[in-house]
């Protein structure tokens, strides 16, 4: 399998880089920040997408699904399904906001179909689960069996069931927003420290950890994240980039 970083930014986008957005085997995108469809485009992806799986409503993770979807009108002319994953009311989200934006949907010549996760209802479709993490209301973690297997936190505070959900898994794509020093900080907004993301990867005895959802006050020492996670993990440990490619 393999994993292109688009944006790998924690909440604002910087020089060095846009909210999250990654690409898993140039068909699948987990979460749409901006630029992302520039991304697509530079690494000449953008008409290979089959599915968007969006983790929840914050724009870091969001909002970038807008102008794919024009792109998809008025550049591409796509005309295969799209197939767009999320939390409950995922559909009112995108419908709602193109209809705010004065979108001519019935012009767009491609059909979207909507799949939402819900506690209540359907937590996985085919090679796709989620799982609720705390953040913002509702905030899903994916996990992707294929060929190989890789769980991604998206926004989340500490918890207890991400371990069970990425055991074994080949990739944990774990948010590391805070350094341990930043703790109190971080648990106050659902995110996780560096810490919190190796411990989970160790209990949940995964092979490789990436890092991401850098915060813009955390660029300049982000290796000190890095070394603190090599406390309490000793598999491989990486710190994605935006661009950053790897395959499994």
């Known amino acids: 399998m393999k994993i292109n ?5 924690g909440s604002a986008i910087t020089a060095e880089r846009n909210g ?26 953008i ?17 970038g699904i807008f102008g794919m979807l024009w792109h998809y009108w ?15 009311k995922i559909e009112n989200f995108v419908e ?14 491609f059909p979207i179909k909507y799949f939402e996760f819900s506690k209540s209802d359907k937590m996985k479709y085919d090679d796709i689960t989620a799982l609720e993490v705390p953040h913002h209301k509702v905030t899903l973690a994916y996990r992707i069996d294929r060929k190989r297997s890789i769980c991604y936190t998206s926004d989340m505070g500490p918890n207890e069931e991400i371990v069970a959900f990425a055991k074994n898994s080949d990739l944990l794509i774990h948010d590391v ?37 850098v915060m813009p006050q955390n660029e300049k020492n982000k290796n000190i994240l890095v070394q603190e ?14 661009l950053t490619e790897i395959e499994i």
Not at 195 to 208: E, F, L, P, Q, R
Not at 229 to 242: H, K, P, S, T
Request: net charge positive; hydrophobic share 40%; glycine share 4%.
């Open 5 to 9: 970083f688009l944006g790998t930014g």
């Open 20 to 45: 999250i957005s990654i690409l898993i085997d140039d068909e699948t995108l987990l979460d749409c920040s901006e630029g992302t469809t520039k991304r697509l485009i530079k690494i000449q992806k």
């Open 47 to 63: 008409k290979e997408i089959q599915e968007i799986l969006i983790s929840h409503f914050h724009v870091d993770h969001s909002i």
């Open 74 to 88: 008025l550049v591409v002319n796509r005309s295969k399904t799209l197939k767009i994953f999320g939390p409950p």
């Open 96 to 109: 709602q906001i193109l209809k705010m934006t004065k979108t001519p949907r019935e012009a767009f010549p």
């Open 177 to 213: 927003s805070a350094s341990e020093k930043q703790a109190e900080w971080a648990h106050k907004y659902y995110h996780c420290t560096s810490k919190d993301a190796a411990i989970n990867a160790k209990k949940a005895n995964v092979k490789t950890l990436v890092l991401i959802h």
């Open 229 to 242: 996670a090599r406390n309490y993990f000793n598999g491989e440990i990486i710190l994605a980039e935006d």
